[in-house]
């Protein structure tokens, strides 16, 4: 099987910084593309960011400019840097990513357990 964890959130004010991590584990022949998606309260999950294994990537609106995703092959890690947080990013912050288990393995999409992000003063 394969385990995303999270790390990383917590209780910061608004303008404040935060780094998010996420490592897949398990049975993995290869990762391909890993993203971060959010839910807050009363409203459905939505995509924040997402990168390709070849480390193009992709951004809502709501956070071009202000959040930047990358990633480290080698520890099946990706990483979500959060700069001027504002109250409305509060929201469970969930790490998702396109896995591979074996060589013929057909590509499966494992979501972690999220982790809570809260802007506030």
């Known amino acids: 099987q394969v385990q995303l964890v999270e790390s990383g959130g917590g209780l910061v004010q608004p303008g404040e910084s935060l780094r998010l991590s996420c490592t897949a584990s398990?049975?993995?022949?290869?990762?391909?593309?890993m993203g971060w998606y959010r839910q807050a309260p009363g409203k459905q999950r939505e995509l924040v960011a997402w990168?390709?294994?070849?480390?193009?990537?992709n951004y809502a609106d709501f956070v071009k400019g202000r959040f930047t995703i990358s990633r480290d092959n080698a520890k099946n890690t990706v990483y979500l840097q959060m700069n001027d947080l504002k109250p409305e990013d509060t929201a469970v912050y969930y790490c998702?990513?396109?896995?591979?288990?074996?060589?013929?393995?057909?590509?499966?999409?494992?979501w972690g357990q999220g982790t809570q992000v809260t802007v506030s003063s």
């Open positions: 990168i390709t294994k070849g480390g193009s990537t």
């Open positions: 398990g049975r993995i022949f290869s990762v391909y593309g």
């Open positions: 998702n990513a396109g896995v591979a288990q074996t060589r013929y393995s057909d590509l499966d999409l494992y």
